[in-house]
């Protein structure tokens, strides 16, 4: 018998119980909805992360103090002031390190702020005046932070845009002063609004001299990081090493396993993310693929009842001439549209709904989030729910080819 | 050569142990044409001697020859080829698929066949013509009256043109005139279109449309006669 008639008749048997069919899918549908849906949200969080810490620029170099933990029981070690003001100057010299366009002590750590008695918790970033550059945080209005508030160690702070407003309960606060662990700090410049989502929320954060945080806010003579930009982007392999080298060389380190520092990029942290990300997606998804399994045991049982309530067409059908296989076939069939139709439903959905919670995110939370569609997760959710069709439906086909045919039509 | 023969044909069921012979030891042969009646009381095997001879059921014992040759012999798949092109089966409860409409039961046989879909349409009209069902192409068996689906069931029977129609008290679930429209046409189907009938009945008013006569008592061939005086209805010859 040609399939396409095989194929009629299953389709006809599904339509002959609409809402048993309908019923029966919806395991499949909810199993590859739900995958396509971790697979989508998952790639269009990683995306966003990624972007985020691309934004941070390929050219930057971050440098961690303390040795680098070798595993879990390793973590004190990180707990070290081992960057100081001496590796800031000679990271700064360029028989050092040629290809340093910008070098940048970062300290930073919580503190409240005081303004006509309102109170706002602040990240206060100490750094230097390269610091507006790297991480494109322009006042506005105001000015940046000066060569001249470093050396001085002046009383100057840029706020975020939260902060501010949070502080200052509407009106401008620039040229205003804000009181920090008691001392007079003079607003210079308010940060235009960034939204949430980046890696650094700015909108949160005070940004200083790098000199003003560690004498008044924090009492510490070191750093918690070292920012090295190189001048292009072929250069940061060849600055890491130098970065090394100098570090190594100041601190008295010939064995490489004994760094008493650390050394971040972007493409270190990208593949890091990406690689945690991507590793968070698959189980998710897997997840959700034991649903589909779930799944599949809900149609073989909804199919064992049908070959059981259609014992008597099984019967006829055989009378009328059918072979075990043409029966096989048929119930096979029935089982595999079932699945078919559920993973197309199903990733349908999955999209759908994916696409709606990327405008929502989007929309909503301001962020940039790009709805992106998993072919890769579409073509497995087919071949899936297939195949689940195939393997659950082979039992209750099986079964209603092995009816004899009298037996059948003689069944009540 | 007979159609069909049967030597000395057993069947025994045997449920956890407990063996029941319902035919034991009959023997007879029909010839391309008949028309025969196998009555008998409950009991006496006359259904399964039906499944046997339409190849729905094996023997437990004997022989059955089917057109020469032993039924054993044939494989499941050549068996199904037979139900399919030389036999056509008519139930007491009619067995038409639910929800489908008249014209779509007609053709179930012809799903099966082998025979280029262009053809099914008409073949299918022209059974159902042959039971006066015409106007009913796109009801549903829920549709129809018991007279009607019997009705519909013959065509079904009839449409991939089989040599032995069988049929098992198609009447019993009728009302006297639905089942003399039905036997009406049976008869037709013989007299006018030449097939073997095979029909099972415990009414000897409706055994009488027969040329002939199988008795059966507990699984025995009790009588095999003639029928003088065979009933002929009126209602629908033309």
């Known amino acids: ?412 | 050569m007979p159609l069909m023969e049967v030597k000395n044909l057993e069947m025994t069921y045997t449920d956890e142990d407990v063996a029941t012979p319902v035919l034991r030891g009959l023997s007879f042969k029909i010839n391309r044409g008949e028309f025969v009646t196998v009555m008998g009381p409950s009991g006496s095997g006359k259904s399964t001697l039906l499944h046997i001879l339409g190849l729905l059921e094996r023997q437990s014992g004997g022989e059955y020859f089917f057109g020469g040759k032993q039924t054993g012999e044939y494989s499941e798949d050549e068996i199904a080829k037979l139900r399919n092109k030389k036999l056509g089966f008519v139930f007491q409860s009619f067995n038409l698929l639910p929800r489908t409409t008249v014209l779509e039961n007609v053709k179930l046989p012809l799903l099966y066949s082998g025979i280029k879909e262009e053809l099914w349409n008409a073949m299918a009209h022209k059974a159902i013509d042959a039971v006066g069902l015409s106007h009913r192409l796109d009801f549903e068996p829920s549709q129809l009256s018991g007279g009607e689906k019997q009705r519909v069931a013959i065509a079904r029977a009839l449409v991939n043109n089989p040599e032995v129609i069988f049929a098992d008290e198609p009447t019993g679930n009728l009302d006297s005139k639905s089942g003399e429209v039905v036997m009406d046409i049976i008869q037709k189907l013989h007299n006018e279109m030449g097939h073997t009938v095979i029909l099972i009945t415990h009414e000897t008013y409706t055994a009488e449309y027969a040329e002939r006569i199988i008795r059966l008592r507990d699984g025995v061939v009790e009588s095999d006669t003639k029928v003088l005086n065979r009933r002929t209805n009126k209602l629908f010859q033309k």
């Not at chain 1, 064992?304 to 096979?332: M, Y």
Request: glycine fraction near 10%; proline fraction near 3%; hydrophobic fraction near 45%.
């Open chain 1, 1 to 412: 018998m040609p399939f396409h008639h095989t194929a009629r008749i299953a389709l006809a048997g599904l339509k002959t119980n609409k809402t048993r069919s309908a019923l029966t899918t919806l395991g499949i549908i909810i199993g590859v909805t739900a995958i396509i849906m971790v697979v989508s949200l998952g790639q269009g969080a990683k995306d966003l992360i990624l972007s985020q810490i691309e934004g941070l620029g390929a050219r930057v170099i971050g440098i961690i103090p303390g040795r680098q933990p070798k595993g879990p029981t390793d973590v004190l070690a990180t707990l070290t002031a081992s960057l100081k003001e001496r590796d800031f100057i000679a990271l700064q010299r360029k028989e050092n390190v040629p290809h340093a366009q910008d070098v940048i002590p970062l300290v930073f750590g919580s503190e409240t702020a005081y303004y006509d008695g309102q109170t706002y918790r602040l990240t206060i970033f100490g750094g230097n005046e390269a610091m507006a550059d790297i991480y494109d945080a322009y006042p506005e209005p105001g000015r940046t932070i000066t060569i001249d508030d470093v050396r001085g160690g002046a009383d100057v702070v840029i706020l975020g845009k939260t902060a501010a407003d949070e502080l200052s309960q509407g009106q401008s606060l620039l040229g205003e002063r804000i009181k920090i662990k008691g001392r007079n700090f003079l607003v210079i410049g308010i940060l235009p609004e960034k939204g949430a989502g980046s890696l650094i929320n700015f909108d949160e954060t005070a940004f200083m001299p790098y000199t003003t945080a560690q004498r008044y806010i924090f009492g510490i003579k070191y750093y918690n990081r070292i920012i090295v930009r190189a001048d292009s982007e072929e250069n940061v392999t060849a600055t890491v090493e130098d970065v090394k080298a100098t570090l190594r060389e100041l601190h008295g380190i010939t064995d490489p396993d004994k760094d008493d520092f650390g050394i971040e990029t972007q493409a270190d942290l990208l593949k890091t993310v990406g690689t945690v990300l991507s590793t968070l997606t698959v189980f998710l998804a897997m997840v959700a693929a034991i649903s589909l399994v779930v799944g599949g045991v809900g149609i073989m049982n909804i199919m064992l009842v049908s070959v059981t309530d259609r014992t008597r067409e099984i019967g006829l059908r055989k009378a009328l001439g059918a072979t075990n296989r043409n029966i096989l076939t048929q119930f096979l069939l029935e089982a595999i549209i079932l699945t078919g139709i559920g993973g197309i439903v199903g990733i349908l959905l999955g999209a759908g709904l994916s696409f709606a919670v990327s405008l929502v995110i989007s929309n909503v939370f301001g962020l940039a989030w790009i709805f992106t569609f998993p072919v890769g997760a579409a073509f497995l959710g087919i071949v899936i729910s297939t195949v689940v069709g195939l393997i659950f439906g082979l039992y209750p086909a099986r079964k209603a080819a092995a009816k004899s045919p009298i037996e059948a039509l003689r069944y009540e």
